[in-house]
């Protein structure tokens, strides 16, 4: 039993953490497959990539992770409850340049609002293909200006909040909250799931993910020798009260 007990305190090493950059300064991503099939080139800016087949948004790969994002408008939140239901899949743009940029909703109506915002009623989802925890991200405002910088006068405006909701990885919700991201520019931790989607609910504000971290959520790598173990002693048992 003190052997099988030891041996459930084995953990895993987790895996190295990779951290996904999506704005200009220092990024390291660009969206899977072939420019002008898969993804628009140059839609915004030179260097700016946009989502050509809007359910499928855009596709990254990095360090073993896989990732697909989506945007979308007229999504329908209530603070209050923290419900959320998704609208119809938009644009997605992954803003290159200035620095301070990153992955939004652009707005259909006017292409100088490339953040997700409430005001179109944007949201911003992040799917996995396997549960990750996911931490520092770094979020930027309108204008590609930081969090705590004020409106340019782009009428993008301040990040503000948004509802975070999270999904495992068989798409069953795990929870929501209400994050206000107004006087920071990095959420420490966004948790742990498969899929996250962040629906903005400030008006006239908006706000892009400039880059995030992820790690493998990790397993108890003695858990089938704890199991066998535990098999073991019970069949031990029975043995005994045969006899």
């Not at 003190?2 to 969206?31: D, E, H, Q, R, W």
């Not at 072939?34 to 050509?52: H, K, L, M, P, R």
Request: hydrophobic share 40%; charged share 20%; net charge negative.
């Amino acid at each position: 039993m003190a052997a099988a007990l030891a041996a459930a305190g084995l953990m895993a090493v987790p895996a190295n953490a990779t951290t996904f950059v999506f704005k200009g300064a220092g990024n390291n991503v660009t969206p899977l497959g072939t420019a002008g099939v898969d993804f628009q080139e140059d839609c915004a800016t030179t260097g700016d990539f946009c989502s050509i087949d809007h359910d499928a948004g855009l596709s990254y790969t990095l360090d073993g992770y896989g990732l697909q994002v989506k945007a979308y408008e007229d999504t329908v939140s209530d603070t209050d409850t923290l419900e959320v239901t998704l609208g119809t899949a938009t644009r997605l743009i992954q803003d290159i340049a200035p620095s301070d940029s990153g992955l939004g909703a652009w707005s259909e109506d006017s292409g100088s609002d490339d953040q997700t915002q409430f005001d179109s009623g944007e949201s911003i989802e992040f799917i996995f293909d396997n549960l990750v925890k996911v931490t520092d991200v770094e979020f930027n405002a309108g204008g590609d200006t930081n969090c705590t910088n004020t409106s340019d006068g782009s009428g993008e405006g301040s990040c503000g909040e948004f509802i975070l909701e999270i999904f495992d990885d068989a798409d069953a919700f795990l929870s929501a909250s209400l994050i206000d991201i107004t006087n920071t520019d990095v959420l420490g931790v966004l948790g742990t799931g498969a899929r996250f989607v962040l629906t903005a609910v400030t008006p006239g504000s908006g706000f892009t993910v400039a880059k995030l971290t992820v790690s493998e959520v990790p397993v108890p790598a003695a858990l089938p020798l704890l199991l066998s173990g535990l098999a073991g002693l019970g069949f031990a048992s029975r043995r005994r009260k045969t006899a």
